[in-house]
C-alpha cells in the first residue's frame, strides 16, 4: 500500500518522497512542499538486511529494522530521508546512515527542541523548520509558498478533528480495533486529502449511540505492533476506548491554537499543542494529568502499557505511569513486544487473563 501510494503521489501531484522517522516532525510543512512522508516504523518483523548487525543488540526494534531497511532496495522509490531527535537511537542513526556508503540521497534532520514551551525553544523551532524548509526547497526545486503552508496547517486541523472524534467516540462505531487501527495508520503513508477523504467516510459511519460491545481499556505504547493484539484484545472479551500511542493519539492536536496572519508561528504553535510525550521530554504531572483525562473520556476500566523492547523514552514513563496506575487501584498490563509480526502464545495468555481479570472486577464476563 506504500508503495501505490507512493506511485500515486508522483502521478497525480509530481511530488516527491521522503522516509520519515518517528515520532514528531512537521507534516503540514512538507505538505505544503508536495512531499509525501512515508513514515518508517521498523518494518516489523526479522531486519530486512545485514546492516542491522552494525548497531549494538541492546538498541531497540524500530531502530535496527530502520537501519537494513534504509540500507536495502526498496528505498530506491524515496528521494530522501527525514530524521528527528526522537531518541538518541534515532541521532545516532542519523549520523550513522549516510557513512555506510551505499547511501546517496538527501539525508535531512529537524530536531525538535525538548521540554516545555519557552520563548527561546520556540524560536530555535521556528530556525530549524525554516532551515528545513529550504532543504525541502533544494529537493523540490520550489520555494515554500506561505499561503500553501496555511492551507496545510488548515487540512490537518480537519485531519486531527476527525481523528480525535473517531477515538473519542470508538464505542460508537461498529469496526474491530484492527480494522479501526488499519484505517488510522494510514496517515503513516497516504497524502493527507485523501486520508482525510477516508476519515470523512469513517465518521459517517459513527452511530448515535454506543454498539462496541466488550469492555473499554486504555492503551499506552509507541507503536501498535503486532496488529494482531488487538484480535487477541477483543477475543479477550475488550477494546481499546482510549489510546495514547505516539504514533496515533500523542499526534492529534485536539484543541489547536487559533490561526492567525503568520503561518510560521502557527505551525511552531500547533507543534506546542500536541499531547504530552516520553519523547518530547516535558512534564510527567501534565503527561499523567492527560493520560487520566483520557481514560475517565473513555470510560476504561483497565490500562495496557504496550512497551517497546529496549525503548529507552518510554521506559523512563513506565513506571511512573504505573505506579499511578496501580495506587488507583486500576488493573494494569505490562506487555512487552519487539516489532515481532505476531504475539507469541504468552502474550495472547497474558491478554486472556486481563481481560478476565477486568471482567471478574467489574462484575461481568468477557463479552
Ligand atoms: S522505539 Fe523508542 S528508542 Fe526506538 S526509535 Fe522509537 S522512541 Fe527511539
Given at each position: 500500500m506504500r508503495r501505490e501510494a507512493i506511485e500515486r503521489h508522483r502521478a497525480h501531484r509530481g511530488g516527491k518522497v521522503l522516509a520519515v522517522l518517528p515520532i514528531h516532525y512537521p507534516k503540514p510543512l512538507l505538505t505544503a512542499m508536495n512531499v509525501l512522508a512515508v513514515e518508517l516504523?521498523?518494518?516489523?518483523?526479522?531486519?530486512?538486511?545485514?546492516?542491522?548487525?552494525?548497531?549494538?543488540?541492546?538498541?531497540c526494534p524500530v531502530v535496527r529494522n530502520a537501519l537494513a531497511f534504509l540500507s536495502h532496495?526498496?528505498?530506491?522509490?524515496?528521494d530522501g530521508v527525514l530524521f528527528t531527535n526522537t531518541c538518541d537511537a534515532i541521532q545516532g542513526l542519523a549520523t550513522l546512515l549516510p557513512d555506510l556508503g551505499d547511501w546517496h540521497k538527501p539525508v535531512m534532520r529537524c530536531w525538535y527542541p525538548v521540554g516545555e514551551r519557552r520563548i527561546s525553544a520556540a524560536r530555535f523551532l521556528e530556525t530549524e523548520l525554516q532551515a528545513l524548509a529550504d532543504r525541502l526547497a533544494q529537493l523540490t526545486g520550489s520555494p515554500l509558498d506561505l499561503d500553501r503552508l496555511a492551507w496545510a496547517l488548515d487540512l490537518h486541523r480537519q485531519i486531527d478533528a476527525l481523528r480525535a472524534d473517531i477515538l473519542d467516540r470508538r464505542?460508537?462505531?461498529?469496526?474491530?480495533d484492527r480494522e479501526l487501527y488499519a484505517l488510522l495508520r494510514e496517515g503513516e503513508y497516504r497524502w493527507p486529502e485523501d486520508h482525510l477523504e477516508r476519515l470523512r467516510s469513517l465518521h459517517q459511519?459513527?452511530?448515535?449511540?454506543p454498539v462496541k460491545k466488550g469492555l473499554p481499556v486504555m492503551i499506552t505504547g509507541l507503536?501498535?505492533?503486532?496488529?494482531g493484539l488487538f484480535t487477541a484484545l477483543e477475543e479477550a472479551g475488550a477494546f481499546v476506548a482510549a489510546d495514547d500511542y505516539a504514533g496515533i493519539?500523542?499526534?492529534?492536536?485536539?484543541?489547536?491554537p487559533p490561526a492567525s496572519t503568520e503561518p510560521w508561528t502557527d505551525l511552531v504553535e500547533w507543534i506546542y499543542?500536541?499531547?504530552?510525550?516520553?519523547?518530547?521530554?516535558?512534564d510527567l504531572a501534565r503527561r499523567l494529568a492527560h493520560l487520566e483525562e483520557r481514560y475517565q473520556q473513555g470510560g476504561c476500566v483497565g490500562l495496557i502499557i504496550h512497551a517497546t523492547k529496549f525503548c529507552e523514552p518510554e521506559a523512563f514513563d513506565f513506571s511512573a505511569i504505573r505506579k499511578s496506575f496501580s495506587a488507583r487501584q486500576r488493573p494494569v498490563l505490562y506487555l512487552e513486544s519487539e516489532l515481532e509480526v505476531e504475539l507469541s502464545g504468552q502474550q495472547v495468555t497474558r491478554l486472556e487473563a486481563f481481560g478476565e481479570m477486568i471482567a471478574q472486577k467489574q462484575g461481568a464476563q468477557p463479552c
Open positions: 516504523w521498523g518494518p516489523p518483523g526479522p531486519p530486512r538486511g545485514v546492516q542491522a548487525g552494525r548497531i549494538q543488540p541492546y538498541i532496495g526498496p528505498m530506491e522509490l524515496v464505542a460508537h462505531l461498529d469496526l474491530s459511519r459513527l452511530a448515535e449511540l507503536v501498535p505492533e503486532p496488529m493519539g500523542r499526534r492529534i492536536v485536539r484543541q489547536p499543542h500536541y499531547p504530552p510525550c516520553s519523547t518530547q521530554g516535558g
